[in-house]
């Protein structure tokens, strides 16, 4: 059983910023790739950023150089730190981990965590 538990989501004025933790939690062998998605009202669920176990990493056009995605693999953990922030950032985001638990490794999700940008 495999748990990822999303935090640090909330309201937030244009401009400013908010960090997203999400750490993974249970019979966990190791961890691969870890990414952040978010899905806004009415639209469909898209990737923000990715990063491996190696700590390469991948973002979507509209979030580089704002975005910063990180992982404390001791922690099982991913970050994402947003700056700048824009009313079109709006979403639940949801952390993403492929994680090795037994043989095959599997694609787990977590609970979502809502960001709001407005004044």
């Known amino acids: 059983q495999v748990q990822l538990v999303e935090s640090g989501g909330g309201l937030v004025q244009p401009g400013g910023s908010l960090r997203l933790s999400c750490a993974a939690s249970g019979s966990i062998v190791s961890i691969y790739g870890m990414g952040w998605y978010r899905q806004a009202p009415g639209k469909q669920r898209e990737l923000v950023a990715t990063i491996t176990s190696g700590g390469s990493t991948n973002y979507a056009d509209s979030v580089k150089g704002r975005f910063t995605i990180s992982r404390d693999n001791g922690k099982n953990t991913v970050f994402l730190q947003m700056n700048s922030l824009k009313p079109e950032d709006t979403a639940v985001y949801y952390c993403?981990?492929?994680?090795?638990?037994?043989?095959?490794?599997?694609?787990?999700w977590g609970q979502g965590t809502q960001v709001t940008v407005s004044s």
């Open positions: 993403n981990a492929y994680i090795m638990v037994t043989i095959l490794p599997a694609n787990y």
